[in-house]
Nanobody, 122 residues
């Protein structure tokens, strides 16, 4: 059983920063690729960033390149999303997901966290 728990969301002013954390459980969690997704009210869910199981390969949505950084610490079974220079359009519920295998790019995501709210005030 793989469980993912996100934390670090909250309210921040435009231009500010937040760091989201995703703590995973299960013996194989660290060997999966992980991704961060977000969904704003009235909009489709979109993938923000992804990282390979080793941490050596990453993907970023064009709109967050240069502002967001995904990283992972396999020893701690934790994935992070550092979000800088936040904009109102970054608002939404952010979800952590794990692929369930080691392949890159991920073929899909099997495991999902409950989400954490990010609100950016202008």
């Amino acid at each position: 059983q793989v469980q993912l728990v996100e934390s670090g969301g909250g309210l921040v002013q435009a231009g500010g920063s937040l760091r989201l954390s995703c703590a995973g459980s299960g013996r194989t969690f660290s060997y999966y690729a992980e991704g961060w997704f977000r969904q704003a009210p009235g909009k489709e869910r979109e993938r923000v960033a992804a990282v390979s199981w080793t941490g050596g390969s990453t993907y970023y949505l064009d709109s967050v390149k240069g502002r967001f950084t995904i990283s992972k610490d396999n020893a701690k079974n934790t994935v992070y999303l550092q979000m800088n220079s936040l904009k109102p359009e970054d608002m939404g519920v952010y979800y952590c997901a794990a692929s369930g295998d080691t392949y890159w790019p991920p073929r899909g995501y099997q495991y999902w966290g409950q989400g954490t709210q990010v609100t950016v005030s202008s």
